[in-house]
């Protein structure tokens, strides 16, 4: 099968246009004869809920958690990027473009990318219509600070909590439409199966986690947005209930999934304490215009970190890049900061940090400018690591954040299922190989409220007048049989493990095999280990409870199953993917100074996955990438 | 790090809403100071799963304290002893060793208990669905730019704005009221100038939907003192205010009409 990404002929900046300008529409009187499924309500998906229904058609919008607005886009702390050049320094559409296709490491497609710089700037208006309390100048205009990757100060934000505010925004508009009966919501209601009926997507099949009921939901369109994999490393960011399987079970029912190995470490977390910790968390990436990065050049340093002099310090990322600095992009600065940690530069209690020091900026700005730009920050980190950043370094090191692989989608973000799309994190679309700081924000609201209300009316228009099948038919019953056995069966296999603790044996496979770096060998041999262990899970796995009410054992059972098919093929699409690019480094291809090395001849593609039935044994397809307008280039940010 | 001993917790069980429940008591012989409370509920549950036993209920999700998934009354407390933190970023080192620990759900009507510690908010969301949000469709939104709005009020907008929706305040208030949840969505958006075309109307209708559900406000307090992100009292003042010149503006409105 061929994948074909459908981008629309034309010269780059003219493709959106083009394509909005031809696509096909639904009469306003028709749009209420439509019924589409939106999973997921974070960013990516409450906005298009909102935006579908505001056109006028019939909305289902679905979400596992109890209300729409504890999505995991309300943890994004930093800022949402858009090209609107307030600032005068010479930001453009193109070079946010530019910047993206670099960062990215040149594994992303130029049509998709140039189309979320353009809408980057409608954004914003939108959202500061909805009332987002953006930060602001004492004139009463946006503010902006910069971010890694980036030359040009392009980030809005609300205090360390644009996320938040950004999907409260998104809530609200969703919640309206609730409130006047465009949207229907289904909440605490997972995605345990998606139904396909003579090719085509026919539906969802959804469990209550309350009431433990199977049924079935039919649509003429579904959208996932349902977000990132990163919890297949246990250890994450992530929230708690994050998880793969809404799009897991679309890819087991023909959804090719795409560059799964692409998964992009943080590299300012606050670092791990003890064994039992249930997950990692994050401290805003926009701390690093104002923090420095450093660990003690002697490795055997006892003197408390105050006393040490500036003489003894690496500010290694200063150092190493010199114009990019502090702000090197993600994946560069998580490597350096492991491989100083492994020589034994590391720093805490269990040498498995790195400092992240404010004093330069608090002698320069003052403790208030520092509290203003940063205070709830500065106070979460207290929370956390019990001690004070104004007066300690904080400490730091890299985890897992988001996942650039996803559900493979074309321009229209439509999988390879017609009537299923994939919409913000769930899909590969944007970031290549990594993703910039900010940039996550702006590509959930980009696909919900600016590209797929075009393109889902172009994929309805011709089934206007049509039947489509009804939760009645054999493939909806056929797939509910299945699920209410798969739920059953974790039920009673009476084993002596938790889910919690295969996932934690899982992630430990995942991170050191294919985490920050990964080598042939290495990969080789988690996929010896992970096909056993999962074999374990089907025989010794013990879920306590039943399938009926409320078991958030089970819940999890179903999600932790998922992860392992999706771990088995993250290795091998890291080791069928021979060079190193962004954030998947592998040791094998790298410089002397340990800085990645792209294969441009053999590897310029999207490995897009497809489901054989067998999680060891997939068919990897190919998506030629191909540079029209970004010259490729080694990425330098020296 | 170090590590407490001995910690006795109380945990509320109760099987469906219309169950009776109790308090079944476990000893936790160690964990670390540097575990959350959270992680001591995990450790609980690996535990009495691996004894064939069900799983304590509990909502849960970020743990970073922003989500507004967690809740817990810790002995008598909504979201544990320090302030401005949620139960996930509650630190065992707030506690030690041979603490009995009571672990309760959000207790108020309006939140009704579905299982052991996990409660239903959704009469929230029926507030903000009654006027909570600005009415903006996508697509015909000035530059953003075209409206300044002092820092001042940008400022006050947000720190309103904060707000997790978690709960805490309800499950504080001895009326079960809903009036810092309520007040801080209206202060966030009548602050603002988009705001100001649905001003009165929004006031209204979220004031009253909230009626239906929460109890009555009489100025505690306590609801403030137990928000997470310390949300002012002020902004139930703010809502009054606006609540009682929506009452005479759209008496006007009703007599035109």
Redesign the interface.
């Given at each position: 099968m061929k994948v074909d990404s459908k981008i629309p002929a034309g010269v780059l900046a003219d493709k959106w246009d083009n394509y909005k300008a031809n696509a096909k529409l639904v009469n306003p009187n028709n749009k209420r004869k439509f019924k589409v499924i939106v999973v997921g309500t974070g960013l990516a998906g409450a906005?298009a809920a909102?935006?579908l229904a505001?056109l006028g058609y019939q909305v289902d919008a679905f979400t596992f958690?109890?209300?729409?607005?504890?999505?995991?886009s309300?943890?994004a702390q930093g800022g949402i990027n858009a090209a609107?050049n307030?600032q005068g320094d010479g930001d453009s559409i193109h070079r946010l473009f530019m910047d993206t296709i670099k960062g990215g490491d040149f594994r992303s497609r130029e049509g998709n990318v140039y189309r979320l710089a353009q809408v980057s700037v409608?954004i914003?208006?939108?959202?500061?219509?909805?009332?987002v309390?953006?930060?602001?100048?004492?004139?009463?205009?946006?503010d902006n600070r910069s971010f890694g990757g980036a030359q040009v100060s392009r980030t809005f934000y609300?205090?360390g909590?644009t996320?938040?505010?950004l999907l409260?925004g998104a809530?609200?508009?969703l919640?309206?439409q609730?409130?006047l009966g465009g949207v229907r919501?289904f909440?605490r209601s997972e995605l345990v199966d998606v139904v396909v009926v003579d090719g085509r997507c026919a539906g969802i099949v959804t469990r209550d986690l309350?009431t433990g009921d199977i049924t079935s939901h039919a649509a003429h369109a579904v959208v996932l947005a349902t977000g990132g994999y990163g919890n297949v490393f246990f250890l994450s960011t992530n929230?708690?209930?994050s998880n793969v399987t809404a799009a897991w079970r679309a890819h087991r029912r023909g959804a090719f999934f795409a560059n799964p190995c692409y998964t992009q470490i943080h590299p300012t977390c606050i670092p791990q304490?003890?064994e039992?910790?249930?997950?990692l968390?994050?401290m805003s990436e926009s701390l690093r215009n104002d923090g420095r990065v450093w660990v003690p050049k002697n490795i055997d340093e006892k003197r408390p970190v105050d006393q040490i002099p500036e003489a003894d310090r690496d500010y290694y990322l200063e150092r190493l890049y010199p114009s990019y600095g502090n702000l090197a992009p993600r994946d560069i600065s998580s490597r350096a900061a492991k491989r100083l940690v492994d020589k034994g530069h590391g720093v805490g209690?269990l040498k498995n940090g790195v400092y992240l020091d404010f004093s330069a900026a608090i002698n320069r700005l003052g403790r208030d400018v520092v509290e203003e730009r940063y205070g709830n920050l500065f106070?979460?980190y207290e929370?956390?690591a019990?001690e004070d950043p104004y007066k300690t370094p904080m400490r730091i090191y890299p985890a897992t954040h988001y996942t650039m692989g996803g559900l493979w989608v074309d321009y229209e973000l439509a999988t390879t299922i017609p009537g299923l799309y994939a919409a913000g994190e769930a899909n590969f679309s944007d970031h290549g190989a990594n993703r910039l700081g900010a940039s996550a924000l702006m590509q959930g609201l980009a696909d919900g409220?600016?590209v797929l209300?075009y393109t889902i009316s172009n994929g309805l228009a011709p089934l206007l007048g049509k039947s489509i099948p009804g939760t009645d038919h054999p493939a909806f019953k056929e797939a509910e049989n299945e699920v209410k056995a798969r739920y059953s069966g974790y039920v009673h296999k009476n084993g002596?493990r938790?889910p919690?603790?295969f996932h934690r044996e899982l992630g430990k496979i995942i991170w050191d095999y294919c985490g920050m770096e990964r080598s042939k060998e290495g990969l080789e041999k988690a996929l010896g280990e992970l096909p056993a262990l999962y074999e374990e899970f089907k025989t010794d796995l013990?879920?306590?409870?039943t399938d009926e009410?409320?078991?958030?054992?089970l819940e999890k059972a179903g999600r932790v199953d998922d992860f392992f098919q999706l771990g088995m093929q993250m290795c091998q699409d890291a080791l069928t993917r021979e060079e190193s690019c962004g954030a998947h480094l592998r040791v094998e291809h790298q410089t002397e100074e340990g800085e990645a090395e792209r294969d441009d001849d053999k590897f310029c593609h999207v490995a897009a996955w497809e489901w054989t039935g067998e999680p060891m044994n997939p068919t990897r397809h190919v998506e030629e990438l191909v540079f029209e307008n970004a010259q490729l280039a080694t990425r330098s940010y020296k | 790090m170090s590590h407490l001993t001995n910690l006795t917790l109380k945990v509320w069980r109760q099987n469906g809403p219309q169950d009776a429940g109790v308090f079944e008591t476990h000893v936790i012989d160690q964990i670390s100071d540097e575990a959350s409370f959270l992680e001591l509920l995990d450790v609980l549950n690996e535990r009495l799963i691996t004894e064939g036993k069900e799983a304590v209920v509990f909502d849960h999700d970020c743990r970073e304290g922003i989500c507004g998934t967690c809740s817990l009354m810790i002995n008598g407390v909504a979201h544990g002893p320090k302030r401005a933190t949620t139960t996930c970023q509650l630190h065992m080192r707030s506690f030690s060793s041979g603490d009995t620990i009571v672990i309760e759900p959000w207790r108020a009507t309006a939140f009704p208990v579905i299982k052991d510690l996990m409660v239903d908010r959704s009469a929230f969301d029926r507030i903000v669905e009654a006027g909570g949000y600005i009415t903006a469709p996508t697509g015909g939104a000035p530059d953003a730019n075209l409206i300044p709005i002092p820092k001042p009020v940008a400022d006050a907008a947000m720190d309103s704005a904060q707000c997790i929706g978690c709960g805490a305040c309800v499950a504080a208030c001895p009326n079960g009221a809903a009036n810092l949840f309520t007040g801080a969505k209206i202060a966030h958006l009548n602050l603002l100038p988009q705001g100001q075309a649905e001003r009165f109307k929004r006031t209204e209708a979220m004031v009253e939907t909230m009626d239906e559900f929460f109890g009555s406000c009489t100025n505690h307090g306590e609801c403030s003192a137990a928000c997470p992100k310390e949300i002012s009292i002020d902004v139930i003042a703010l809502m009054n205010k606006d609540y009682r010149s929506s009452k005479f503006k759209n008496r006007k409105e009703l007599s035109r009409g």
């Open positions: 906005s909102a935006t505001e958690h109890d209300s729409p607005r504890r999505a995991h309300i943890a609107k307030y409608d914003i208006d939108q959202m500061v219509a909805q009332g309390p953006f930060a602001r100048e004492y004139g009463g205009l946006l609300a205090r909590q996320g938040q505010q409260l809530y609200q508009q919640a309206r609730i409130g919501l909440n309350l929230a708690m209930n304490s003890d039992f910790q249930s997950k968390t994050l209690p106070e979460m929370r956390i019990g409220y600016f209300p002596t938790s919690d603790w013990r879920v306590t409870g009410g409320v078991n958030q054992t | -």
